[in-house]
């Protein structure tokens, strides 16, 4: 009985198959390790890290349990929330800002 799946394996065409895991390779790189600047919280000193796609839109990528590493986000843990509510922790926010400011994060136009 064949399996749904959300996209083609390409089981019977090894070169197209061969494409696209290299493709994802390439893809898997840029979106997610790409222009991440690593970058120290003001506050509390946890590095994160950072890539400013446009004005309105950053991505954090933290390197280990936010709960573990900010004191903010070991709060809202406490409380029985996960991350991302809020959104990030403000301090962290003021320090992207700043890095943005003083040219430490490039925004592209």
């Known amino acids: 009985m ?4 959300k996209a083609p394996d390409f089981a019977d065409q090894p070169a197209r198959r061969d494409a696209v895991r290299a493709q994802t ?7 997610l ?5 690593p970058l ?15 004005s309105r839109q950053t991505s954090v990528q933290w390197t280990g349990d936010p709960a573990s ?3 903010v986000f070991a709060e809202i843990s406490a ?10 922790c ?8 700043w890095a943005v400011d003083e040219g430490v994060l490039h925004v592209p136009e």
């Open 25 to 31: 390779v390439v893809d898997r790189e840029r979106y």
């Open 79 to 88: 409380k029985g929330r996960g991350p991302g509510r809020p959104d990030t």
């Open 40 to 54: 120290r919280c003001q506050a509390c000193h946890t590095e994160v890290l950072v890539r400013k796609s446009s």
């Open 69 to 71: 590493q900010c004191p």
């Open 33 to 37: 390790e790409e222009g991440l600047t």
């Open 2 to 5: 064949p399996s749904w799946a």
């Open 90 to 97: 403000e301090r962290l926010q003021k320090t992207i800002k």
